[in-house]
């Protein structure tokens, strides 16, 4: 029986489904790995820095190039069309450079890695030590009720916050508060849950350091009387360039089953053009990423090949993939035990809560 | 007292890499360098207990398959987030092609 279509789902970290999903065995479980030979996935780990360099230098000058004529068509209806591609840049391609590095993955060199994280946590306003932590979490218990923090359409789903995202009212919202918080060097029940304590002076220093500029972007616009510095820096760019990364990142487990210990039937992969994979830098191959988090971006597409027997078919395009999701999370409004359940090849069993929880009763 | 235990043949470990070495109920990760030293630590990530003789060998560093934390395998200094707590590490000797650790 689906607990979750019997009684409301409590997703808070610090709650009565966090308790559950640790006495189901749900917690820091062991999950389905595909069965790839370790001398092939040594081959994939591999780090280098050439491809995230190149990607770094096309993104750094897509900045400059965007940003530039923006500010050379200030204030005219010309910079509009530019605004709305900087806007993508910098609210949502930074979602895929926070992610990568946040990983250690995307460079091979450390300090590179580092630094584009610290840049594109500032633009998506995700503070880095916070989402360091959360997203370590979002890998030991992906989707796991009471346990994920980084779960994106809670059931029953709610529709205007989901149509919010796409503007980044709700994410702008908590990310200000957050940084106030941890400006003043306090933290949520929930932080505690994840974040050691080692942790904090540099969350509160990094949060302080945000807010002063912040403060300082404001303080410029007011001085030359113009909004044009919060345009590009700021929350504003964060929230009218959000839409490209909700929309890719909805696509990775909308609608799919909670509590399950396996990748396939909780994340999708998702084929998507050139341009789209490279501002989301391949994180469409969503499954593989989870199933192997070490093996780099630009190495995915490989990944994915060696991986084919053992995985569902992937979505053709967004758009296949929204056929899908738009569907589920509306009827999740009404049924919330209600999920998309995928299809594995034939011969393949998943590994779903019900075995996880036989497992642990077997176990006493 | 020194406790000299047989790990694997010298060439069990490929140049840069790790391998798993499971003895009297604990388990232990065996590292050839790049220059070609053996190294031993215990074998489950600090953080999460994830088995490191599935993760990468970079130079030095050993690369946690979980959430990529990173230790240097020479002294078992844990490399920052999410790792922070440093592994243990073992002396190892070469003996007639033979690695070996010391448990003791």
């Known amino acids: 029986m689906n607990v979750a279509a019997t009684m409301p789902r409590d997703y808070s970290l610090i709650g009565r489904d966090s308790r559950r999903a640790e006495e189901l065995g749900l917690a820091s479980a062991e999950w389905y790995k595909a069965p790839i030979a ?107 009720v009471g346990r994920d923090p980084e779960i994106a359409v809670m059931r029953p789903t709610q529709i205007a916050k989901v149509i919010l995202s796409f503007i980044a009212v709700p994410q702008v919202w908590a990310a200000t508060r957050s940084i106030l918080r941890h400006a003043m060097g306090r933290m949520t029940a929930e932080e505690e849950t994840f974040i050691p304590d080692m942790e904090r ?144 090849p034939d011969g393949l069993e998943p590994v779903d809560m019900m075995t996880r929880a036989s497992i642990a009763a077997a176990r006493g | 007292m020194p406790h000299w235990v047989e790990a694997c043949d010298r060439d069990d470990v490929e140049p840069e890499d790790v391998i798993r070495f499971d003895h009297d109920g604990r388990t232990f990760a065996i590292y050839r360098a790049p220059d070609d030293r053996y190294y031993a630590t215990e074998g489950l990530c600090t953080h999460e207990e994830a088995h490191l003789a599935d993760g990468l060998v970079m130079d030095h560093i050993i690369e946690c398959p979980k959430h990529n934390g990173r230790f240097d395998y020479r002294t078992g200094a844990a490399q920052g987030a999410p790792v922070c707590i440093n592994l243990k590490t073992y002396p190892v000797k070469l003996e007639a092609g033979k690695v070996m650790i010391d448990l003791a």
């Open chain 1, 201 to 344: 002076p540099k969350l509160f220093l990094t949060a302080r350091i945000w807010l002063a500029i912040h403060l300082g972007v404001i303080a410029l616009a007011i001085m030359t009387g113009s909004i044009l510095p919060m345009l590009l820096v700021g929350p504003l760019p964060t929230m009218y360039g959000a839409w490209l990364h909700v929309m890719t990142g909805l696509t990775q487990h909308a609608g799919l089953a909670e509590d399950v210990l396996d990748h396939r039937l909780n994340s999708r992969t998702v084929y998507m053009n050139p341009v789209l994979r490279f501002l989301y830098w391949n994180m469409n191959y969503h499954i593989e990423h989870h199933m192997f988090p070490m093996v780099p971006y630009h190495a995915l597409p490989k990944l994915h090949e060696e991986l084919k027997p053992w995985m569902p078919k992937p979505y053709a395009s967004c758009f296949a993939a929204y056929r899908e999701i738009i569907p589920a999370i509306l009827r999740q409004m009404r049924d919330p035990g209600w999920y998309v359940k995928r299809k594995l």
């Open chain 1, 38 to 144: 370790r001398k092939r996935l040594k081959e994939l780990m591999q780090r280098s820095d050439e491809a995230a360099i190149r990607d770094t230098i096309l993104w750094i000058a897509a900045f400059l190039v965007t940003g530039g004529l923006a500010i050379t068509f200030w204030p005219g209806w010309w910079s509009l069309p530019f605004f709305l591609a900087y806007g993508v840049l910098y609210g949502s391609s930074s979602d895929s450079r926070w992610h990568e590095c946040g990983h250690g993955t995307a460079f091979r060199t450390r300090w590179m890695n580092d630094a584009v994280y610290q840049v594109a946590c500032f633009m998506i306003m995700r503070e880095p030590t916070v989402w360091r932590w959360s997203h370590a979490r979002h890998h030991t218990d992906t989707i796991i």
